[in-house]
Structure formats: structure tokens, C-alpha cells
T-cell receptor
Framework: GAVVSQHPSRVICKSGTSVKIECRSLDFQATTMFWYRQFPKQSLMLMATSNEGSKATYEQGVEKDKFLINHASLTLSTLTVTSAHPEDSSFYIC?????????????FGPGTRLTVL | EDQVTQSPEALRLQEGESSSLNCSYTVSGLRGLFWYRQDPGKGPEFLFTLYSAGEEKEKERLKATLTKKESFLHITAPKPEDSATYLCAVQETSGSRLTFGEGTQLTVNP
């Protein structure tokens, strides 16, 4: 149980294009999903908290117009990197917290490797 | 601001050589402390949640303990497949966000 998927697993794009990453909770519902970014040999940095049916909450320093988050259902959240540039190249990971969880744990997806040329 | 410091940054063990990883934290009010395992190029895998000082949890060769200032992840008789980066994260009582430490990269040699 508690499986989270991400699609695509890796993407290479040209500078200036937009890239959409999907995060799905496969066997549970999640009102809250989280998006993280991880640079090589560094830990996870929270970018934003996504709540189903409402606007995402962005961490300080994260441009909300550049990283568009949509949480349209209890099992799906999307992150769109708009007008991507090489500095946006990173490992993007989502997590989801089950509605029924009384332990507050988050379950993570396998991550998406974004490379912007 | 929440702070999480993990030590050591990297640890090399021989198979069967037990050791401990440390996670020191500063948080205004602790809701939970989480341990995750992350393999290269993959997302973190949930291991444990600890909620109060004195609590202990075990899973196979791993045992996590918690005090008011730090948590330890004890690895007993590790195997090469235990090689991974182990991440510690805290969640404060006022919110749902996790603050992660930098991780300890564990290598277990056969």
C-alpha cells in the first residue's frame, strides 16, 4: 500500500519550453501533496504544498508563476515548470499524505529527473 | 526556524559491523520525527515515525530511537543491501511540512 507514482521519470527539454510532471497516489487518497527539489548530493528542499481544490502554498524563494501546481483531484497533482532554463535542471520529487493517516507520514514518488539544455 | 543536522555525512562499514547514525534537531514543537531511506536516483522510502522522547521502533536490522534533542538510527549487522542515504526529517506541531537533514550516506562493504 501507499504507492505514489510520477510521470515522466526523466525528461530532457530545450530551454524556454514548459514541462509538466504528474504525481499520483495509486492506492490512497491525499488531500495534501508536496513538491520537493533535490540537487546532486543535497537533501530535499520543499518547494510547495498542494491542497486539493485550493491554491498551492509556496515556500519562500520559489516563484509561483514559474512552478505552476494544480491539485485537481484527491489522487493527482501536477507541477508545470514554465519556460524552463538550465538552472531548473534538478530531481523533482512529490509526496502525498493519506487522508486516513493518523501518523502524518508522507509517501514519496520515485522522482523525475529534469534536464534543460 | 527548524533545523536538522545529521552526522556523519558518510559512513563506511564492513558487513556485520554495527553502528549508529545521528540526527540532531531544533524545533519549536515536535509533532513527529521521520526516517527515510533513499537509493540513488529514487525517491525516499519511509522507514519510521517517532513522536515522543523514549520511543523506539524496529524494522529488520534497523532501530530508531528518540530523545528531546536527537534521534539515532541503529544498524545491527548491516548487509551490503543496506547501503543507501538515510534521511531524517522533522515535522512541527504547527504545520505539515517536513524539514530534512542533509542525510548520511551509508556504504556497507561485503
Amino acid at each position: 500500500g501507499a504507492v505514489v507514482s510520477q510521470h515522466p521519470s526523466r525528461v530532457i527539454c530545450k530551454s524556454g519550453t514548459s514541462v509538466k510532471i504528474e504525481c499520483r497516489s495509486l492506492d490512497f487518497q491525499a488531500t495534501t501533496m508536496f513538491w520537493y527539489r533535490q540537487f546532486p548530493k543535497q537533501s530535499l528542499m520543499l518547494m510547495a504544498t498542494s491542497n486539493e481544490g485550493s491554491k498551492a502554498t509556496y515556500e519562500q524563494g520559489v516563484e509561483k508563476d514559474k512552478f505552476l501546481i494544480n491539485h485537481a483531484s484527491l489522487t493527482l497533482s501536477t507541477l508545470t515548470v514554465t519556460s524552463a532554463h538550465p538552472e531548473d535542471s534538478s530531481f523533482y520529487i512529490c509526496s502525498a499524505r493519506p487522508i486516513t493517516s493518523s501518523y502524518n507520514e508522507q509517501f514519496f514518488g520515485p522522482g523525475t529527473r529534469l534536464t534543460v539544455l | 526556524e527548524d533545523q536538522v543536522t545529521q552526522s556523519p555525512e558518510a559512513l563506511r562499514l564492513q558487513e556485520g559491523e554495527s553502528s549508529s547514525l545521528n540526527c540532531s534537531y531544533t524545533v519549536s514543537g515536535l509533532r513527529g520525527l521521520f526516517w527515510y531511506r533513499q537509493d540513488p536516483g529514487k525517491g525516499p522510502e519511509f522507514l519510521f515515525t517517532l513522536y515522543s522522547a523514549g520511543e523506539e521502533k524496529e524494522k529488520e536490522r534497523l532501530k530508531a530511537t528518540l530523545t528531546k534533542k536527537e534521534s539515532f538510527l541503529h544498524i545491527t549487522a548491516p548487509k551490503p543491501e543496506d547501503s543507501a542515504t538515510y534521511l531524517c526529517a522533522v515535522q512541527e506541531t504547527s504545520g505539515s511540512r517536513l524539514t530534512f537533514g542533509e542525510g548520511t550516506q551509508l556504504t556497507v562493504n561485503p
